[in-house]
Structure formats: structure tokens, C-alpha cells
């Protein structure tokens, strides 16, 4: 897998200060997508130990409040196999922090149905995230005024809560993770 970029400092992607990684690959190709050189597989720098572990340490400040997986896209098969154990690395090492990924594929029907990808590694990584927006970015659905997505048709689900209930249960600003 190769990754774009990694923000050390991030307070775009969720609540609070973040480490946020942008993955490499996306197929879903959304018109006005604001990473559109993610799409590619190939872009960016191989994710090696070496900057999992760097991860980690910009980690460690009290300051932060979590990380993100931002894209591209997390959930491309591709990149299951390199996020999964990564996740359930940097979660057995941080568990008081939040945990958010941006995908633009759907929870009910790609990531649960085990459609996409190996079904056990999707299971692995819903395992390690508290928060999930999913949905495609939809130009004509963009609205400045959301908090943390892009579009109207992108949910914000609190993905431990939705496990258990076995429903989906939307995340909102009063919700601290």
C-alpha cells in the first residue's frame, strides 16, 4: 500500500487535534473529489513499518485526540491488508483515543455484506474505528456548512454503537469521540 500523506497535526477530519494518514487508491473516482491524485494506486510513498511506527509516536502527545484514515479510500481491497493490522496495532496502543475513517463506499451494503474486499479484514478494521463517514462525496450535494463530510448523503456513524445494535447509529456534535 502506499499512502499521499500524513497530517500531524489535523483538525479537519474529526473532533480535536489528529494525526490524519491519506491512503493512496480510490476507485470510486467522485466528481469534485478534493484529493483527486489519491485515485491512484501507485501515488505517494510505500506504508513500511518504519512509518507505522513513526505514526505511533506522533501519537503519544496528550494533545491529540485521535486518528483518521482518510483517502483515496481505507476499504479499497488493496488497502485492507496493510490498515487492518496496522489499526489493531495503533488501537492496542492508544485505546483512550478516537478513531475516524472517511470511505466512500456504503456500511450496509459494501462493508458489511463483505462485498468489498476480504470480509475478515473489513470486520478487523469496523473493529478498531469508533466513527465512519461513508457514502460517495456528491457534488450537487455539497454543502460548506456540515460538519466533517462533504455532502448530504454522507452519514457519520458511530460504528460500535451500529455493531452492537446491529443498526445504524449516527454520530452528532454532542457525541463525544
Given at each position: 500500500?502506499?499512502?499521499?500523506?500524513?497530517?500531524?497535526?489535523?483538525?479537519?477530519?474529526?473532533?480535536?487535534?489528529?494525526?490524519?494518514?491519506?491512503?493512496?487508491?480510490?476507485?470510486?473516482?467522485?466528481?469534485?473529489?478534493?484529493?483527486?491524485?489519491?485515485?491512484?494506486?501507485?501515488?505517494?510513498?510505500?506504508?513500511?513499518?518504519?512509518?507505522?511506527?513513526?505514526?505511533?509516536?506522533?501519537?503519544?502527545?496528550?494533545?491529540?485526540?485521535?486518528?483518521?484514515?482518510?483517502?483515496?479510500?481505507?476499504?479499497?481491497?488493496?488497502?485492507?491488508?496493510?490498515?487492518?493490522?496496522?489499526?489493531?496495532?495503533?488501537?492496542?496502543?492508544?485505546?483512550?483515543?478516537?478513531?475516524?475513517?472517511?470511505?466512500?463506499?456504503?456500511?450496509?451494503?459494501?462493508?458489511?455484506?463483505?462485498k468489498l474486499g476480504d470480509a475478515?479484514?473489513?470486520?478487523?478494521?469496523?473493529?478498531?474505528?469508533?466513527?465512519?463517514?461513508?457514502?460517495?462525496?456528491?457534488?450537487?450535494?455539497?454543502?460548506?456548512?456540515?460538519?466533517?463530510?462533504?455532502?448530504?448523503?454522507?452519514?457519520?456513524?458511530?460504528?460500535?454503537?451500529?455493531?452492537?445494535?446491529?443498526?445504524?447509529?449516527?454520530?452528532?456534535?454532542?457525541?463525544?469521540?
Open positions: 500500500m502506499n499512502y499521499a500523506k500524513i497530517k500531524w497535526t489535523d483538525i479537519s477530519n474529526g473532533p480535536g487535534v489528529r494525526v490524519s494518514l491519506y491512503v493512496s487508491g480510490c476507485r470510486n473516482h467522485c466528481k469534485g473529489c478534493f484529493n483527486p491524485e489519491t485515485w491512484d494506486f501507485g501515488y505517494g510513498q510505500p506504508f513500511t513499518r518504519e512509518v507505522e511506527d513513526s505514526i505511533i509516536e506522533g501519537m503519544r502527545p496528550d494533545y491529540i485526540k485521535g486518528f483518521t484514515l482518510v483517502g483515496g479510500d481505507p476499504f479499497e481491497p488493496e488497502n485492507q491488508k496493510a490498515l487492518a493490522p496496522f489499526l489493531k496495532r495503533l488501537r492496542a496502543e492508544y485505546p483512550e483515543k478516537s478513531f475516524w475513517c472517511f470511505t466512500g463506499y456504503d456500511y450496509e451494503k459494501d462493508l458489511l455484506t463483505g475478515d479484514l473489513v470486520a478487523d478494521m469496523l473493529s478498531c474505528l469508533d466513527v465512519l463517514v461513508d457514502g460517495r462525496f456528491v457534488e450537487e450535494l455539497k454543502d460548506l456548512n456540515l460538519k466533517f463530510k462533504g455532502s448530504s448523503n454522507q452519514r457519520t456513524i458511530l460504528v460500535q454503537e451500529s455493531l452492537k445494535t446491529d443498526e445504524v447509529v449516527l454520530w452528532d456534535e454532542e457525541t463525544v469521540v
